[in-house]
């Protein structure tokens, strides 16, 4: 059974950083893109950062510059690292896995809280 566990969500002072990671199981985890959403309440899901099986990242305009997206396919982990939080990245995070090449097949995990407040 397909598994992606996020991690590292908590509450963050505005200014500060945090690290979210995701586990996968049970797939090969080099053939998939990875992402992170987010969900802020009463909002759509939204791409916030990608990479893909080549290692190209793609970021939201709103988190350039602050969060960074890694991939360790040895680990079978996606991370993102998040710098200068904002109370507007206030969210739930979720973890998705898209195969690189067969459209549909595609993960999502359970999703981590990412507070900003002080």
């Known amino acids: 059974q397909v598994q992606l566990v996020e991690s590292g969500g908590g509450l963050v002072q505005p200014g500060g950083s945090l690290t979210l990671s995701c586990a996968a199981s049970s797939i090969i985890f080099s053939s998939y893109n990875m992402g992170w959403y987010r969900q802020a309440p009463g909002k759509q899901r939204e791409l916030v950062a990608s990479?893909?099986?080549?290692?190209?990242?793609n970021y939201t305009d709103s988190v350039k510059g602050r969060f960074t997206i890694s991939r360790n396919n040895a680990n079978n982990i996606v991370s993102l690292e998040m710098n200068s939080l904002k109370p507007e990245d206030t969210a739930v995070y979720y973890c998705?896995?898209?195969?690189?090449?067969?459209?549909?097949?595609?993960?999502w995990g359970k999703g981590t809280l990412v507070t900003v407040s002080s």
């Open positions: 990479i893909t099986t080549g290692r190209i990242t």
């Open positions: 998705n896995a898209q195969h690189f090449r067969i459209y549909g097949v595609n993960y």
